[in-house]
Nanobody
């Protein structure tokens, strides 16, 4: 059974850092494109960062560019989202998702409906 489990969320002060992990079981993660999405209360789900399986190309939302880094460790079957310089507006439930679509990373992140498998989410709260 294909399963994704996020971890690493928590409460952090503005300017702090967190690293989210997305661990896969039941399938080999490097055969899938992986996206990180987030949803704050009252807002739509937003594509934060995606990494394409075919060539490792990446996409970042403008709001996180230069602060977040997506990476994958195939040996651990895990994808990470390193989040630096966190701000209160980054507060949201963060989800990882897997897609078999061979679209560009940009296209994938803009269409979360193309992701067939989702984790349960991890809460990130940035507050002083």
């Amino acid at each position: 059974q294909l399963q994704l489990v996020e971890s690493g969320g928590g409460l952090v002060q503005p300017g702090g850092s967190l690293r989210l992990s997305c661990a896969a079981s039941g399938f080999t993660l490097d055969r899938y494109s992986i996206g990180w999405f987030r949803q704050a209360p009252g807002k739509e789900r937003e594509g934060v960062s995606c990494i394409r399986s075919a060539d490792g190309s990446t996409y970042y939302a403008d709001s996180v560019k230069g602060r977040f880094t997506i990476s994958r460790d195939n040996a651990k079957n895990t994808v990470y989202l390193q989040m630096n310089s966190l701000q209160p507006e980054d507060t949201a439930v963060h989800y990882c998702a897997a897609s078999t679509r061979n679209y560009t990373a940009t296209r994938l992140c803009l269409w979360p409906a193309d992701f067939g498998s989702w984790g349960q989410g991890t809460q990130v709260t940035v507050s002083s």
